[in-house]
């Protein structure tokens, strides 16, 4: 399980006030290529994920020389612009719920300090992964009637071996 210096991630990462910004596909979209742009260059694997409405998790494994709060802080800001360009070329009503009195922005996305936990088991990684897979088809949720059938998740990967991405690694190499 251990591949790099780093150990593997379960991570949650909200949007602001819990708004469903992640509701609409593209939003989606511009987070599945931030994450396939930073697996390509080598920085990061990526075991698990979903993308909700409000929120995604993600369990991943920065590579050595990685420097996680850089990471972090660089895919959040890079999918944060990108979906408030896209919400501001389509007049989004919900861009005037992201909005902030920050002195450094005036809209902001991602909610701060991001949950992470370091996955020093294969049991617990395994834990999470089925939480993770879970999601979409909890009672609050209700977007899919199988785990493998929500397209925003690596349920289908781990099901059929197909990764509709090409973002994802098997935890087991």
């Known amino acids: 399980m251990i591949r790099f210096h780093h150990y593997p991630q379960f991570i949650t990462i909200t949007n602001y006030n819990w708004v469903s910004v992640l ?3 593209y939003h989606k979209d511009i987070v599945i290529e931030a994450l396939k742009k930073r697996v390509d260059s080598k920085e990061v694997s990526i075991y ?6 409000n929120h995604m998790h993600l369990i991943w ?3 050595d020389g990685i420097h996680k709060p850089y990471f972090q ?3 959040l800001k890079l999918t944060a612009r990108s979906i408030l360009c896209f919400m501001r070329m389509y007049n989004d009503p919900i861009l005037q719920s ?3 009195s920050a002195v450094d922005r005036k809209f902001q996305v991602w909610k701060r300090n991001s949950l992470s936990i370091d ?3 294969e049991k617990v990684l395994i ?3 089925h939480y993770i897979h879970q999601n979409p088809i909890k009672e609050k949720w209700k977007l899919a009637m199988h785990p493998e059938d929500y397209k925003y998740s690596s349920a289908g990967f781990y099901e059929t071996g197909d990764d509709l991405y090409g973002i994802i690694t098997h935890f087991k190499g």
């Open 48 to 53: 698990a994920f979903v993308i909700m409405p």
């Open 127 to 129: 834990q999470k992964l």
């Open 119 to 121: 996955l020093f088991s």
């Open 73 to 75: 802080r660089d895919f």
């Open 61 to 63: 494994q920065l590579h």
């Open 98 to 100: 992201l909005e902030v």
């Open 23 to 25: 509701k609409n596909d």
